[in-house]
């Protein structure tokens, strides 16, 4: 893909690298820096901001290395050490396939919520209270007699009596993951306005982070869903 700030650039350098003019020599630094905001923007660009993040790298550790990679990769020969964009983005994804992957985390087992682990002791208790009534060995004045004694005991009876309905469902929380991005998305609004979430090379960014534009529309539309948003 051609962006329009290397074709800016190659217009005030030759492909030795000088200045075709004064002005250009003027103008050329800060075509350098709209580069790299450029890159930043892409798909590897962000992606690489966000992987380094997790691993612990700085912002300037980050930095210098693509800057190494550039002078041993575009030392030499037509336009020399001159970030274009897709050069940056080359860097990039090699960058990702190679030295920051990404991190897997290890799987962990969820945690079950206090109304679900309750909800499975009174099944248990249920399947009990079940087998007392069913056993041809107790009587019914013994089963009536542990209901006089626990008041769970009781309340499982009564349950099998109504008919036996299953416990209702708990609602369930908002993921951590939903939770983070609505933190972001209004932090992003209160500071840049609604403006800066419009989507940039098929990416939105919110605060730090950049999602690719159907998962941002899905975690609108879930925090939506729920009242967060």
């Not at 290397?6 to 200045?19: C, H, K, S, V």
């Not at 050490?81 to 991190?103: H, K, M, S, T, Y």
């Amino acid at each position: 893909m051609q962006h329009e700030i290397d074709l800016q650039l190659e217009m005030r350098l030759y492909p030795d690298g000088r200045f075709v003019n004064s002005i250009a020599e003027a103008e050329v630094p800060q075509l350098i820096a709209n580069a790299y905001d450029e890159f930043w923007r892409t798909p590897a660009g962000s992606t690489l901001e966000i992987r380094a993040e997790q691993a612990g790298i700085s912002d300037e550790q980050l930095c210098n290395r693509i800057e190494r990679l550039l002078a041993e990769r575009f030392g030499s020969g037509k336009y020399p050490r001159i970030p274009f964009v897709w050069r940056l983005e080359q860097i990039g994804r090699d960058l990702l396939a190679v030295e920051i992957p990404a991190v897997v985390p290890p799987q962990q087992t969820p945690q079950k919520s206090q109304a679900e682990t309750e909800q499975e002791k009174f099944r248990a208790l249920v399947a009990q209270v079940e087998a007392d009534m069913s056993d041809a060995t107790k009587t019914a004045a013994e089963v009536l007699r542990n209901c006089e004694q626990s008041f769970e005991y009781r309340r499982a009876y009564n349950f099998i009596k109504s008919g036996g309905l299953n416990p209702r469902t708990p609602k369930e929380e908002p993921s951590e993951e939903l939770k983070s991005f609505v933190r972001n998305w209004k932090h992003s609004v209160e500071a840049l306005g609604v403006g800066s979430l419009r989507p940039v090379g098929g990416m939105v960014r919110v605060g730090r982070l950049s999602y690719p534009v159907s998962d941002y529309q899905r975690l609108v539309d879930e925090a939506s869903a729920v009242g967060l948003l």
